[in-house]
């Protein structure tokens, strides 16, 4: 019998799995203009790798209640504090459909409540994508016009999804 995995076997594969989307991701992303949009800043750690490996970058942090690690708490011009339903609407309206890349990691321990709230803000985060931009999320998404990528080497199926808007 194959024992399931144990919860710190899944949360080191979603760690591996986020760095390795995200570098994949912003190498692919490189010559692209338009700004970085990160969903859920919780702890601050992958908005920290994303500054890291795209120092030039505008990144956009959306999260409703900033409780970061001092080292990754983005400038106040650069968070849009509120909730998603209300702010990526707004950023549709201040962007257009011009983000390189949006990584989204809004999710808690409840698989289930993931996936549900993955069907309601996929929708919502899909027309800010630019042509040739890629969404890498923690979950699997319900999009109507963005087509799944393979994964990179180094990351695990299932434990983080890459789309991109052709
Ligand atoms: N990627 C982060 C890191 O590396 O530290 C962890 C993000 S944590 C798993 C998820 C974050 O998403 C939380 O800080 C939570 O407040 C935020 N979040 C969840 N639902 C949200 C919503 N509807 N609007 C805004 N922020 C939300």
Redesign the pocket.
């Known amino acids: 019998m194959i024992m399931p995995q144990s919860r710190l076997d899944l949360f080191v594969d979603r760690m591996v799995s986020?760095r390795a989307c995200l570098d994949h991701a912003a190498s692919v992303i490189a010559d692209m203009d338009g700004p970085v949009f990160?969903?859920?800043?919780?702890?601050?750690?992958?908005?920290?790798?994303m500054r890291h490996i795209m120092p030039a970058r505008d990144i956009y942090v959306?999260?409703?209640?900033i409780?970061?690690h001092p080292d990754?708490t983005p400038p106040d011009d650069m968070v849009l504090l509120?909730?998603?339903?209300d702010?990526l609407p707004d950023a549709l309206a201040r962007f257009g459909p011009t983000a390189a890349l949006i990584?989204a990691?809004?999710?808690?321990h409840n698989r289930k409540k993931n996936d549900l709230?993955a069907q309601k803000?996929s929708p919502v985060i899909e027309p800010l994508l630019a042509v040739g931009g890629l969404m890498v999320s923690?979950d699997r998404m319900y999009f109507d016009t963005l087509v799944e990528q393979p994964l990179p080497d180094g990351a695990v199926q299932g434990r983080c999804f890459i789309y991109r808007r052709n």
């Open positions: 986020q990160e969903l859920g800043l919780g702890n601050g750690r992958t908005y920290h790798h959306f999260e409703r209640a409780a970061s990754s509120g909730d998603v339903f702010t990584h990691d809004l999710g808690g709230f803000v923690s």
